[in-house]
């Protein structure tokens, strides 16, 4: 029957997606799971904590009869910026809790697991369910990326340079033909349409009009990056926003995120280590003012989303999130679900950049050419890079 | 002969707009040139020494030998953010300078001007240049805007409420009909495409695809904007993006700029003076989460530029400058000039938002439906209002 | 033999000093040695570390030949305010170090135990270095008081309040007569004079001129503070200095630390967990400004220091810091260590108020009437209290 | 009779002292009258006007029946810090503020000097106010130092540097002997205890018990500054007290206010205009931060305030306002007056260091050898110097 069938792919993914989050924990120390370095980069336990929330508060409080609440007070902990759920006590700070400790949240999400598990075999789980547990998995998956993204920001920025595995991601290298890809002028259809799962902020698919653009076939590499370090790219206004500029200025900013010049030479933490950077490598963590101030460097520029998009068949991505020159806004019909999930995408559409792909981080399964990622223009934790276009 | 004709007309011209902007300042006591109560507001003297500065540094200095420069601390002075002009001595801020003190500064824009009008009349001027002396005129147009709004920001936070001009700027109040107009979707042609003065960022005229949409006949007034307030729009997180609602606790916001309530009524800060809100009057001074927000709980939205200008033929503008949901980016075919002229617009093109039309405050001639106007999102000291799509 | 003797109750000293700070941090998670939730407040690992690197660095490594330093990298990372040692490679802020783990923390305070162990027993341990010894294990209790206060704060703002220990730290409640106790004008003796160990603010020994003054013979209580607060002391600017009124209105302050009205009721966040306000304790977790205030209201006032030694043989004192109106100045004779150990105390002789007494978190043994604590006039998580003069 | 004589010489001092702060405006601009460059600087305009309200407000309304109001609003604009008369309706800062105009501003002093006139010529005018008189006088006085400090601010602060008075103040540079001035231990009595006029702070005289001491019969000269500079002062910590390095750093402090290196000379920024600094001259514009860190550099010490007092009739002093290493507290039986004019003095009894002596911009005859003056540890705009101790 068809439920039961849709019923059991959902459950196997269920179990998939959350045994990885856990996975991807593993190397941790315990001491790794509590500390918040800067307000972006959130403790591991509470990615944990808070995705697991998410199914109780949205799957299993409104849906499941029988489902007692584990412990009240983690709605205050382990709430995000859902507005519409819960007040707090103490104004407090992700990174200042030690408590609940990494034992009690993996015991939360054993609890919660379980009675998922149940609730999924129940009568009570009805087929209107299944998208918002698809929301939540998808959820999930987006925290997976941040997880890998948080614990190298946490291990990054300690002065021990500890390893979070010492072969993690190591990617090919094949140094491939670099070339422009060109489209022409005319009427592109974007925006997602297909079977399956996407974001509100896919939908719907429209027209565009695109003129004449090219792209490039390749990200640029720490190689060519590096060169525009040392023509100087970081100490010339002329090729830098405004906005940018400033953030030069006031970061005294001189290279991607995780550059280290130790003894005249350009070390890179990775996250199995510190390492000598890899020329031939495609760059990665800069910030939207980086990436512009490189294209302006190269008389060139960043593609926008929707030329992306219609290029993507023509090129293979999903090793960085590529910056566009398209500031995240909503889609000709978009329309903002009610009630608190529909905070999940609609209220971050201004002051932020869209990008595309997906990056090394991103978990399997998690990618598509119309998923539109979006960050502050500053920032550069992520697995971010550049590919150029005209 | 042609270029003597246009000659004659740009000379004409400069007179005009030059006398302009000492004309907005004949209400003003020598005080108020001299304060800066917000980073965003200059001081006018600043304006109208920042203006005189253009022309002397990008018309005179590079093209009429017999020029001297009236005083080379100016250039530190009056330089605003042309990165390529100069250094500072003092690193200050322009309310904090006394001096050059306001008769300084009409001696100098008289000297300019004199000099400017030898120039205009000598063999050193040619064509060539015609276009950066209409760049300076527009350049003069724009400030002569801010030289007003900044104007009522000084007296409009001063606890005695002086006003500027008693009979300033009245605008005819008709009440007229409120219809939403009907556009169909398909391709559109946007961009500046015509004779005259426009600026880079106008350009260049091209085509995009629009699904249908319809847009209002005319502004929100401040009796519907006054609902919503009286609806608790101010205190209901769903209308805002999460940006704007931080704005809103920020500052504690709850209406408008230079609406204050008195003993029960609401009191408007015109140039006239304090008066009552005037229910029936555009809505002014809203910045573009409140703009935003509004139009959330209207159900509707506020149109993207491209929908503006498609529609801007079938209905009367330029009380207000508009909100649109479009983030301030270039044009598909959007050059940057090379030198400190390039440095006019295309830096800024990062986390702001277009405006378009016009205002009360706009000089006359100085709009266009293509005019690309733009601020950061938070900001409401311009004549800004809303005008509803969807 | 003399030395001997000596050597041989500091090597008990050393065993028993090192003991106590980790049986005070033997209740705590792992989760709650690593989080820092304000600047004032240090993880607990970084105490166990830091106060280890102090033997290492000024006792170990310039002493004994066969010490081989744990990890280099730990200077970097237990190194608190000695300007005079070391450099850092990467910006950071203690609350942000996973790493050491608080194995590695532990493991780093074995190894230096048991080269002091064997230091201590060598011919390298001579007499000029039992000084520096002392002021080690003097810097360790310091810190251990630190300890309970800072675990104390961060177990005390996490929303679930957990206890620290069930039973910690019950004070006998005695309610006692309270009088105030009289002293005659005329010169008084003041600081260290005795055998054994002082910090080098004690000294010298020196004559002050005190007027008739009168203290009290007991601090003040909870209950006494709550008539304070109920009378509205938190909102009348008459009682308060300058400083502390402009304290009171940006941090909304209205009570204690750790108060927390809950359902109508005052309740306290002790060591044990939260409970109801006790009306007879004396009042703990106040400000140098609140105190000021206190005592303004009371048309009475904080005792200086010197009126503080001099009247303090004639009460009892150690359940709190005593906050005095004596800005924290050298005496007369004060002489700063060179190098980096006179980093101790000269530096900070400027915005600081002396506290005078001990408090339920002091260790035994580390309180003298001679001692000077000196805070910030805004801070209050030290375990701080009130004693009147007039 | 004796009221009349004392009235009489009450009204030639009120119009004496009334005429100087006019004096002292004469050679400004309007501008200048205008500007507020830091938060510690108030405009002049403000100065004018604030001290004429304290006449209004404390002497004419609650004493002249006759007396209506320059103007209501004014009392939200001159009061300072006075807690206990007024609210705002908007909150600004004075250097907003254009209006009311410097004219305004003259014309209300017109008003009030008119009618305090006639209110000294009247019946209204009794003994008992004879002492609130004198506190606003000295207290005009007070304001006169800080036109002279905030306009050398104002000016100095300004790119073109304009002079204030080519002839300002330019005082007899005799070099004399300098030698250290001994004192004996023992009882010494500080405070005012005569006739005439003194702040609340400078009472009651009390006996101190003071160490052997010696102190520098001259102030340091820029000369002796300049070698502490190229010394590397500024650049070794262990000079500096915790709280003063970090102002170093955060500052990048390098030498005394208005010193500005020019083509490899040292220039100062004098009321006469830019000019080479003077070896010989007494140096000016250091904070207690530097101080002290010179003291320390010389392996000597600021003076306490008791020291200054005891020793100042063995010296010649009123140059700079020197600074002690004494904190800003109460003397043992100092009492707060009640009402606004207790906020005088006591509020400010925190976290502020005392100045000794009085300075080139002090008015004649406001200065006493018990006047305690005092400011935050970092300010350096007053006329500040250095004498040595130890």
Redesign the interface.
């Known amino acids: 029957m068809e439920i039961n069938t849709h019923s059991k792919s959902l459950v196997k993914k269920f179990r998939d997606v959350r045994a990885r989050s856990e996975e991807i924990c593993r190397p941790l120390?315990?001491?790794?799971?509590?500390?918040?370095?800067i307000v972006d980069v959130s403790p591991p336990?509470w990615h944990l904590g808070h995705t697991t929330w998410f199914f109780e508060t949205f799957i299993l409080v409104p849906n499941f009869p029988l489902y007692e609440v584990f412990d009240p007070?983690y709605n205050?902990?382990f709430n995000s910026?859902y507005?519409?759920i819960g007040a707090?006590?103490?104004r407090?700070?992700r990174?200042?809790?030690?408590?609940?400790?990494?034992s009690d949240v993996y015991r939360y999400r054993k609890y919660v697991d379980e009675k998922m598990n149940e609730f999924l075999d129940s009568h009570y789980m009805k087929d209107a369910i299944a998208p918002l547990l698809e929301l939540g998995l998808n959820h999930e998956q987006q925290h997976q990326e941040l997880l890998i993204t948080d614990i190298k920001y946490?291990?990054g920025?300690?002065?021990?340079f500890?390893a979070y595995k010492k072969d993690s991601m190591q990617a090919e290298k094949a140094v491939k033909e670099k070339r422009m890809l060109r489209f022409s002028?005319g009427?592109y259809e974007i925006g997602f349409d297909g079977l399956g799962f996407c974001f509100d902020n896919e939908m719907t698919k429209?027209?565009?009009?695109?003129?004449d653009?090219a792209i490039s076939s390749q990200l640029v590499t720490n190689g060519e990056y590096l060169e525009f370090m040392e023509a100087g790219g970081y100490s010339d206004?002329?090729y830098?926003?405004?906005?940018?500029?400033n953030w030069v200025k006031e970061n005294n900013a001189l290279s991607p995120l995780y550059w280290?010049k130790i003894d005249g030479t350009w070390m890179y933490y990775s996250l199995g280590g510190l390492q000598e950077v890899d020329l031939n490598e495609e760059l990665c963590h800069v910030n939207?003012?980086e990436a512009?101030a490189y294209a302006a460097w190269k008389a060139m520029?960043l593609p926008t989303e929707q030329e992306w998009e219609a290029a993507s068949s023509a090129f293979s991505w999903g090793k960085r999130w590529e910056w566009t020159?398209?500031?995240y806004?909503?889609y000709?019909?978009f329309k903002k679900e009610p009630g608190a999930v529909g905070e999940y995408n609609g209220?971050?559409?201004?002051?932020q950049?869209v990008l595309r792909g997906a990056s090394v981080a991103t978990p399997p399964g998690h990618s598509r050419n119309t998923y539109r990622n979006f960050f502050q223009?500053d920032l550069k934790w992520q697995f971010t890079g550049i590919r150029l276009a005209k």
Chains 1, 2, 3, 4 share one sequence.
């Open positions: 120390e315990i001491e790794d799971y509590v500390v918040q370095p336990k007070q205050f902990v910026y507005e519409t707090r006590v103490i407090t700070h990174g200042n809790l030690s408590r609940p400790s990494v946490i291990l920025h300690n002065p021990l500890p002028e009427i429209h027209k565009v009009y695109l003129n653009f206004f002329r830098w926003h405004a906005d940018g500029w280290h939207f003012y512009s520029r020159n398209s500031a806004l909503p000709p019909d209220k971050f559409m201004v002051n950049m223009p």
